[in-house]
Structure formats: structure tokens, C-alpha cells
């Protein structure tokens, strides 16, 4: 079930070459992510299409960078729909992306467990 939610092969990668950085790179990636999805909410909430664009678009990256594919592809929904300045739906694609950003942040919690702090 894990696999729809990150691409393991891309964490066992990560895994590889960071090697003895690899939690940290998790630590960073969840706690950024936090930021992130504030930004999202904030650029929402003053239906500021841009920064909204920008702050998806960031967290996009990240996400596919860390194998969360489902939610990268949730992050380039919301992109999209910002870069048409099209907001009423937003706050639903927000929600799904806080939703699988939970599932996400329990998985690599659980990845994260027992590696060196």
C-alpha cells in the first residue's frame, strides 16, 4: 500500500547517496514541508494566485524529489489551477494535499526509525 504513496526505489537511491545524511535529509524534507503547506494555506486563504502557483510548485518539487509522487502530482494540480487563476476549487486540492502529506510524513517517520539521529 506504501508504494502509492512514495517510490521506495527512490528513497533506497537517496538512501545510497546520502548515506550517513540520509535522516537529516528526511528531518529536513518534513520539517520544510510544514512551511510549505503554510505557505500554500496562506497564499490561499489572500487568493494570491501567484504565490499559490509558486508555493505548489516548490512543494512539487521537493515532494517528486523524495519519491512522493502522489503528492507531487496533487502539488501540480493545485499549480495548475493557480497558474490559471482558477481558486474555487483550491481549497479541496488543499485538503487532499495535507491528507497525503499525513500519510507521507507517517511513512517516512516509520523509514526514519531507528537511523541514526
Given at each position: 500500500m506504501s508504494d502509492i504513496h512514495l517510490d521506495h526505489s527512490v528513497l533506497s537511491a537517496l538512501r545510497d547517496v546520502m548515506e550517513d545524511e540520509f535522516p537529516v535529509?528526511?528531518?529536513?524534507?518534513?520539517?520544510?514541508s510544514a512551511e510549505r503547506l503554510r505557505q500554500i494555506r496562506q497564499a490561499n486563504?489572500?487568493?494570491?494566485?501567484?504565490?499559490?502557483?509558486?508555493?505548489?510548485?516548490?512543494?512539487?518539487?521537493?515532494?517528486s524529489n523524495m519519491g512522493a509522487l502522489e503528492l507531487a502530482?496533487?502539488?501540480k494540480q493545485?499549480?495548475?489551477?493557480?497558474?490559471?487563476?482558477?481558486?474555487?476549487?483550491?481549497p479541496g486540492v488543499i485538503l487532499l494535499i495535507e491528507q497525503e502529506f499525513l500519510t507521507v510524513r507517517g511513512l517516512l517517520?516509520?523509514?526514519?526509525?531507528?537511523?541514526p539521529h
Amino acid at each position: 500500500m506504501s508504494d502509492i504513496h512514495l517510490d521506495h526505489s527512490v528513497l533506497s537511491a537517496l538512501r545510497d547517496v546520502m548515506e550517513d545524511e540520509f535522516p537529516v535529509l528526511l528531518d529536513t524534507f518534513l520539517a520544510d514541508s510544514a512551511e510549505r503547506l503554510r505557505q500554500i494555506r496562506q497564499a490561499n486563504a489572500a487568493s494570491d494566485s501567484q504565490a499559490l502557483r509558486l508555493a505548489a510548485h516548490s512543494f512539487k518539487g521537493s515532494c517528486s524529489n523524495m519519491g512522493a509522487l502522489e503528492l507531487a502530482g496533487l502539488c501540480k494540480q493545485l499549480e495548475d489551477m493557480a497558474r490559471r487563476d482558477q481558486l474555487s476549487d483550491a481549497p479541496g486540492v488543499i485538503l487532499l494535499i495535507e491528507q497525503e502529506f499525513l500519510t507521507v510524513r507517517g511513512l517516512l517517520q516509520e523509514a526514519r526509525r531507528g537511523l541514526p539521529h
